[in-house]
């Protein structure tokens, strides 16, 4: 008998290497490139050296954050050599080809063909024929338990301060059907909280004009609203409401209608607002809707109907234009809107934004003692708040848990329904059963707490 061609042998999988910067959006992106070269036959690397090609997925928003995704690419040049450049930076695709002429391949964000197309011809991938009748599960770069679910692409904001529109385009909405079977295939599979993700979540649909799909017998419209209360009637293969957190969601009349169906166990108690400023002549400069008195009158409605409703948001300070008067006037109106969760950024200019021509700009050590003063008012808010809930019992998700101590005693991590993965506070417990899983609901008494942190004991 004649010996086995090489035909069927199954030969070594080509490995790709990723690396992911920038925000949960990119994040996604990565994933669904992953996803795709899992399903042509690549295998994943852990570290450079392993890789026969390696992914920088770049973040382009602010100049710091492109000396970050540079510094990236420059490692995996000097540990791989194999080098494909992809994300928002890949808009400036000479300025990385002028630092690293001997990259494989640039492309812009979202780019997915041209990045799978990329790297096929850097490691043609050699297993297809055998494996094209073995489904492929999607590549996750999250936890099992949570998931990012992203609704669109792009923006039709003008923002002084952002280039976005720039890097990823108009709003370009994804059909209600797609999202909706996406998010239930996710949950089916084990996410226990679902992260909705855009670059203005509010918007979601304007651009198809909210055109309607069918949906589990039913029409559903490409809309927020309609979104969020399909997605709460999604439940885990337990039986459990999952988590679902609506970020980057813009003020806009009709936010105002999910309020109900996080009161109802719904949807997760959380908005995710950009507010970036509250003087109306800062917003005016940063071309962004000034009505900030009818923002705190429409905060008390929305806690009254969900008395437990987190509300965090992110303000720029040192913005060119900023006086003094600007800036206390965002302190008064920070004390009275006693936001949860705030994220301070130092105004930073970012080529090619239209704010860089603004006149006055303000020093940078102005810019640090504003931060720092910034700082101070939203960390005592949130530590007053935080103190409050001591001695309640509040639902956690557990995201780590640790090994037994010298005294058998064992630790988890979790974050409860006002903190978002990556970007606010945390659950810390102690003395937890061995059977505590990541991804499990606690219920959690609270003993403690500090400015960011909460600390309790499964009730």
């Known amino acids: 008998m004649a010996p086995p061609s090489a035909q069927t042998t199954i030969p070594d999988q080509k490995k790709v290497g990723m690396v992911s910067l920038g925000c949960p959006k990119a994040l996604v992106d990565s994933e669904r490139i992953l996803t795709r070269l899992r399903a042509d036959g690549y295998a994943m690397s852990p570290d450079y050296a392993g890789a026969d090609v390696v992914l920088v997925n770049t973040c382009g928003f602010l100049d710091s954050a492109k000396e970050e995704s540079l510094e990236a690419i420059g490692e995996a040049m000097a540990e791989n050599g194999r080098v494909i450049v992809t994300g928002c930076m890949g808009d400036e695709a000479e300025a990385i080809r002028a630092r690293f002429p001997q990259v494989l391949a640039v492309t812009g964000a979202h780019q997915y063909e041209a990045v799978v197309e990329a790297v096929h011809e850097a490691a043609p991938p050699t297993q297809g024929p055998f494996i094209d009748l073995i489904p492929q599960p999607d590549v996750k770069l999250t936890p099992r338990h949570y998931s990012y679910l992203k609704i669109s692409e792009g923006c039709n904001h003008s923002c002084a301060f952002c280039i976005i529109p720039q890097l990823r385009g108009k709003l370009a909405s994804r059909r209600i059907d797609a999202v909706l079977r996406e998010a239930e295939k996710l949950v089916a599979a084990g996410t226990r909280e679902l992260l909705v993700i855009s670059q203005d979540t509010s918007a979601y649909g304007v651009d198809t004009r909210h055109e309607e799909r069918m949906w589990k017998g039913h029409p559903v419209r490409a809309h927020m609203t309609d979104l969020a209360r399909e997605l709460g009637q999604l439940r885990t ?3 459990d409401v999952p988590w679902v957190r609506l970020h980057y969601v813009y003020p806009y009349p009709h936010v105002d209608a999910v309020i109900p169906l996080m009161a109802e166990g719904l949807l997760t108690p959380y908005l995710d607002i950009p507010f970036q400023h509250a003087s109306p002549a800062v917003l005016r400069a940063m071309k962004r809707p000034a009505n900030e008195a009818k923002v705190l009158e429409r905060l008390k409605a929305w806690r009254a109907i969900a008395p437990h409703i987190t509300v965090r948001s992110s303000f720029v300070v040192g913005f060119p234009g900023e006086t003094e008067d600007d800036f206390r006037y965002l302190l008064d109106w920070l004390e009275e809107a006693q936001l949860d969760r705030v994220g301070g950024f130092r105004f930073e200019p970012v080529t090619g934004a239209a704010a860089n021509a603004l006149p006055d700009p303000v020093p940078e050590a102005v810019k640090e003692e504003r931060y720092a003063r910034l700082m101070e008012v939203t960390e005592r808010i949130s530590a007053a708040k935080l103190a409050a809930k001591v001695g309640r019992t509040i639902p956690v998700i557990i995201d780590e848990v640790g090994e037994p101590d010298e005294d058998g005693d064992r630790g988890a991590t979790g974050r409860s329904q006002a903190d978002a993965p990556e970007i606010d506070g945390q659950v810390l417990l102690r003395n937890v ?27």
Do not use: K, T
């Open 433 to 459: 059963p061995a059977s505590l899983q990541p991804g499990d609901f606690a219920r959690v008494l609270i003993e403690d707490a500090d400015a960011h942190d909460l600390f309790g004991v499964i009730a």
């Open 237 to 239: 293969p337990e039986g």
